[in-house]
């Protein structure tokens, strides 16, 4: 593998060059996937899901494309098809997509993850209490979104506005602080 995320055509449908890719991606598909649904178990679920069809159709993988967005777009659907079977209301398409390019900033500054690290723990030490709050209850300690409104007193659409404004605020402080473009927000 010459590029990270990139297989040569020969090596397409081996099977070692696929393990060293979901070596390489099973951390950040998670991310991706808790990102979608805070229930690690089926965040879990659906990356092995992604994984599994990403093997078996790796034959139509065009081997030019970066593997770790290719293999997002497969999660991206397999969220959704987990929303229909549970009769969830998916994501915003506002938020998978702000979802989508913020992970894609990652993956522009994966060369450095201490340094992505170090500035993200700054960011969030700089944000407005009541956010740095939601951010510390909802990401960090892993508490669902009503128990979250319930330690700050407020209601669930509370919690979900001020955690897209700490995702904001959070994307354009570290894209400052690496001195890279700002990820758009959704409107």
């Given at each position: 593998m010459s590029e990270p995320g990139k297989i040569s055509g020969e090596r397409a449908m081996d099977s070692q060059a696929f393990e060293a890719l979901v070596r390489q991606h099973h951390r950040r598909l998670l991310g991706y996937a808790l990102a979608l649904v805070p229930v690690r178990q089926v965040a879990e679920d659906l990356v092995q899901e992604t994984f599994l069809t990403a093997y078996r159709e790796m034959s139509r993988f065009e081997t030019d494309r970066d593997f770790g967005a290719w293999a997002r777009g497969i999660l991206r659907n397999k969220y959704r098809e987990w929303a229909r079977r549970q009769r969830e209301i998916p994501t915003d398409?506002?938020?998978?997509?702000?979802?989508?390019?913020?992970?894609?900033?990652?993956?522009?500054?994966?060369?450095?993850?201490?340094?992505?690290?170090?500035?993200?723990?700054?960011?969030?030490?700089?944000?407005?209490?009541?956010?740095?709050?939601?951010?510390?209850?909802?990401?960090?300690?892993?508490?669902?979104?009503?128990?979250?409104?319930?330690?700050?007193?407020?209601?669930?659409?509370?919690?979900?506005?001020?955690?897209?404004?700490?995702?904001?605020?959070?994307?354009?402080?570290?894209?400052?602080?690496?001195?890279?473009?700002?990820?758009?927000?959704?409107?």
């Open positions: 398409a506002a938020t998978l997509n702000a979802i989508d390019e913020q992970h894609a900033l990652w993956d522009r500054v994966e060369a450095a993850p201490g340094e992505l690290l170090g500035a993200l723990q700054d960011c969030i030490r700089k944000l407005p209490e009541v956010l740095r709050q939601v951010v510390d209850l909802f990401y960090m300690q892993r508490k669902p979104g009503a128990e979250v409104a319930s330690n700050v007193s407020c209601d669930a659409a509370t919690v979900r506005k001020r955690l897209q404004r700490a995702r904001e605020q959070l994307a354009a402080c570290v894209a400052s602080v690496l001195g890279r473009e700002t990820v758009r927000s959704p409107q």
